[in-house]
């Protein structure tokens, strides 16, 4: 028998051939050899068509790759090493980088049978053009695999942005791309000297038999003092009410309240320094924050912390939560510590509850817009509130202490009256109209509002209190007018821009994709997206891309075949997920309504919270949905799809599912129902499984499918069935792709 003996973590060799355990048993990728040995299937890797094999067969010991590693790969091409070092990090995810569309076109095949594998088609000398997928996650490992001039260049800027400190590299360098004619060895030599100031080289590897003028620069990121920038915003409170842990209330954001710089090297012990616009200060939030933080690395560290702020300390502008939270995010970085996003805000909010100097502003301050928070209380969650304000102009009398007001019992009594009051009334009526008129009744029925508060009040519409400070705010389109106005009353005046939900211009070459992305951004923050969705996003937009962010003529004729269908189904359903909620409740209520259809949840990562979240959406928009005490179950389908509604899926004659793997498709198909899809690649299961498939955004589709039904109902059931008799799904799906493979 055989024997398998470790090279390094997840890469084997079996009689002297390297390979790796197949993520995806029985699948090959480049036409590898597998084999079984002991019940786990090994796939064969090619030295001769890998350079990191090469490296390997020629001595290179470690990948330094676990299993939940989050890679970096310039030059994916077609996939096959990155198939191979998938295979090795099954718990993490690889981003695939390539310039190429046609290369791009087949490792998107392979991404769609790898969920760990991220496809980017981008160009690697620009690491900045594809930030907005990868700077969520911080990359233990960069591997570089591009034929240009300035390759040193290229991995240096990428490792910079995405590369985690004291993380490994490894360069596979193509010396004639640099130059024709110059030795090879000088020039491995000269472009591993301009590592030498970032990276400590571990080893330079020659790939020769495998790859001729070809070396593997194998290398190490340098821990050197680190400066990291980061910015919050400020939040203006409008009226709350006081829980033992926290509070609740509603609030407007403002822009670029606070700049926090940590600088930090390493050192014997521990040490801090902290300056608020460079005076040196005790800033109490802050110290609990750099505390926090110090206990959860070994590591010991010397760190001046700089706070710049162009607003007033001490004036009802959330502040000392801008600060905790800039400052734990900035040391986040700074310490490679790798924390969530929920725990960041969740150590800056404690600290500036500790401190006495919040209680809740960090929670509002992670968002954007205008906001009043949601049950649970004290609230970790936030509904927006349209404002067509853009800034907020602001007077200032006198400092207020926020811990004298919340820990005396009076105040706090008439706080909470009014402030349950308030929260009430503004969840009835979510307008910023109403949030003003509540905020002036709180100042006042509180007491909170001083003399000088009143008499502004009392002058200028639109102006209401900032808690907890001896500020009024007043807001405004016409900025400087306003703080003229406020200027009749007290010397100390400024004028702040509000900050916005919707951040980007509308004239962006690709507004409609980003506002998507941050679609399925708050549906990650709500709960009803799991973090894997964003990947699914992430290959979507891909083939988006590839057909021109339009629909296409073949996916007009697909919807137009399926509004046929739906309309001559006797028990139409539509299946929602997480990210098709996110993305596109209305249009599917719409849709449901048109048909008529009935709408049930279906989903892979299912757990009980999760459907009550996404029923909770529907149920904002006056639905009912199926699914969320499913009583049957798909035969032989073993993941959790398999659960659905006796009286929806059980029961239906077709199926419209979107955004989802094939594995349900099939089966669905075998209890004899017709499935119509919606997706971005003809070439993955679910749209090949399917009896219709739609290559479509389903942000376009969606809309488009309801006017077309609009359209069709005018039409009798004979030439709807004669439209169906047509068609051929395989024929379709064929066209599409050789449209994305022409690239027109």
Not at 303 to 308: A, M, S, Y
Not at 418 to 431: D, E, F, Q, V
């Amino acid at each position: 028998m055989s024997q398998v003996n470790q090279v390094t973590n997840g890469v084997y060799e079996i009689n002297s051939k390297l390979c790796t355990k197949n993520l995806i048993t029985g699948k090959k990728v480049y036409g590898e050899q597998l084999v079984n040995i002991e019940g786990k299937e090994y796939r064969f890797w090619n030295p001769n068509r890998s350079k990191v094999a090469a490296a390997l067969k020629k001595g290179l010991k470690n990948l330094h790759l676990k299993e939940n590693s989050n890679i970096l790969y310039l030059g994916a091409a077609e996939g096959t090493t990155i198939s191979h070092l998938s295979d090795t990090v099954p718990k993490g995810i690889i981003f695939g980088v390539d310039i190429s569309a046609r290369s791009m076109r087949k490792f998107i095949n392979l991404c769609e049978q790898r969920p760990n594998l991220v496809p980017i088609l981008g160009d690697a000398s620009q690491p900045n053009s594809y930030k907005e997928y990868i700077e969520a996650f911080s990359c233990d490992v960069l591997f570089q695999d591009v034929s240009q001039k300035n390759q040193a260049e290229i991995f240096l800027k990428n490792s910079r942005l995405y590369l985690k400190r004291e993380g490994y590299g490894f360069l596979s360098l193509k010396a004639r791309s640099i130059n024709s004619s110059e030795d090879v060895e000088v020039l491995v030599q000269q472009e591993a000297k301009k590592l030498e100031n970032e990276f400590e080289i571990l080893e330079i590897i020659s790939l020769h038999p495998f790859e001729k003028d070809h070396a593997m620069i194998y290398c190490k990121k340098k821990w050197f003092k680190l400066k990291v920038t980061t910015n919050s915003q400020g939040h203006m409170t409008c009226f709350f009410k006081i829980y033992s842990n926290g509070s609740t209330g509603a609030g407007i954001n403002i822009q670029n309240a606070i700049k926090t710089t940590a600088i930090v090297k390493k050192a014997k012990k521990n040490s801090f320094k902290i300056l608020i616009n460079n005076k040196k200060t005790k800033a109490e939030t802050s110290k609990i924050v750099l505390e926090e933080m110090l206990s959860k690395t070994k590591e010991k560290y010397e760190i001046l912390i700089k706070h710049q702020t162009k607003l007033p300390i001490g004036y009802g502008l959330g502040l000392s939560g801008a600060g905790a939270l800039s400052l734990t995010k900035a040391l986040n970085e700074s310490l490679n510590l790798g924390l969530l996003k929920k725990e960041i805000v969740s150590i800056a909010n404690n600290a500036d509850i500790k401190a006495g100097t919040g209680l809740g502003d960090v929670i509002a301050e992670q968002y954007s817009g205008t906001m009043i928070g949601l049950p649970p209380y004290p609230s970790k969650k936030i509904s927006k509130i349209k404002n067509t304000y853009k800034y907020v102009a602001l007077g200032f009398f006198g400092k207020m202490e926020t811990k004298k007001i919340i820990q005396n019992k009076k105040h706090k009594e008439k706080i909470n009256k009014i402030g349950s009051y308030c929260m009430n009334s503004l969840h009835k009526n979510k307008t910023i109209k109403n949030l003003i008129h509540l905020s002036r009744v709180f100042s006042i029925e509180s007491e909170l509002a001083t003399k000088q508060v009143r008499i502004v009040m009392d002058a200028i519409p639109n102006s209401s209190m900032a808690m907890l400070g001896n500020t009024v705010f007043v807001l405004t389109n016409k900025p400087k007018e306003t703080e003229k106005q406020l200027k009749q009353f007290t010397k100390k005046t400024m004028v702040s821009i509000i900050s916005w939900v919707q951040m980007i211009p509308k004239n962006h070459p690709r507004a409609k994709s980003l506002e998507q992305r941050h679609l399925i951004e708050e549906g990650v923050a709500k709960g009803i997206v799991t973090p894997t969705g964003m990947i699914a996003q992430g290959r979507g937009e891909a083939f988006d891309y590839l057909i021109g962010e339009k629909t296409i003529p073949e996916a007009k004729k697909q919807i137009e075949l399926a509004a046929a269908k739906l309309l001559l189904a006797e028990n139409p359903v539509i299946s929602v997920n997480g990210n098709t909620t996110a993305l596109c409740a209305k249009e599917i209520v719409e849709l449901a309504k048109i048909i008529p259809a009935k709408i049930e949840i279906n989903l892979f990562y299912r757990t009980e919270k999760r459907v009550k979240l996404i029923q909770k959406e529907f149920k904002k928009l006056r639905v009912k949905v199926l699914g969320v005490n499913p009583n049957k179950k798909v035969p032989n389908l073993t993941s959790k799809r398999a659960l659905v509604d006796e009286n929806g899926i059980w029961k239906a004659d077709v199926v419209l599912v979107m955004l989802e793997d094939g594995d349900r498709t099939e089966f669905l198909k075998k209890m004899k129902k017709f499935v119509i899809a919606i997706d971005l690649n003809p070439m993955s299961r679910t749209p090949q499984k399917a009896d219709l498939a739609i290559i479509d955004n389903v942000t376009r589709a969606l809309p488009l499918l309801s006017k077309t039904i609009k359209k069709l109902k005018k039409e009798n059931k004979k030439d709807l069935v004669k439209k169906l008799k047509k068609y051929k799904n395989k024929q379709l799906l064929k066209e599409t792709e050789l449209r994305i493979r022409r690239g027109k």
